[in-house]
């Protein structure tokens, strides 16, 4: 028994987003750094360094946690007492 992908669906998805993805945000780094989901198609994007959306990989999200976690660390940081 041969077993096929299923092709029919990603067909399907890119069609429904032919004119365009609608894209909510799903994440919020900073207020210049967002991950985007489309929620017809499911496709996650970030913003890139260029100001465009660009496809979200695994590298992409874990730049994006460590970018989260200095800005974290850079808001909590509390000057010492001289
Ligand atoms: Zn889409």
Known sequence: MEITPNKTRVRF???MCALGHDYMITKTIT???K???C???GRE???GI????????EKERI???CVSAFVRKKHN???PAV
């Open 31 to 33: 207020p210049y750094l």
């Open 63 to 65: 730049v994006n946690e």
């Open 35 to 37: 991950e985007y989901k």
């Open 45 to 47: 994007v970030t913003d």
């Open 50 to 57: 260029d100001g465009q959306l660009k496809q979200l990989t």
């Open 39 to 41: 929620c017809k198609c």
């Open 13 to 15: 998805s890119s069609l």
């Open 77 to 79: 940081y509390v000057k």
